[in-house]
Structures are given as structure tokens and as C-alpha cells.
């Protein structure tokens, strides 16, 4: 569903956001 891929998408930009700010 798209409530799935909505999470989906917020996981990975927040894995994505906190490799970012500590690299």
C-alpha cells in the first residue's frame, strides 16, 4: 500500500539524514 512505501521512503531519508549529519 502506499502507507507502506510512505514509511518505507521516511526510513530511508532518516538513514540517509543521520549519515549525513554525522559523517
Do not use: D, M, P, R
Amino acid at each position: 500500500t502506499s502507507l507502506y512505501w510512505g514509511l518505507l521512503l521516511i526510513f530511508v531519508l532518516a538513514v540517509l539524514f543521520s549519515n549525513y549529519f554525522f559523517n
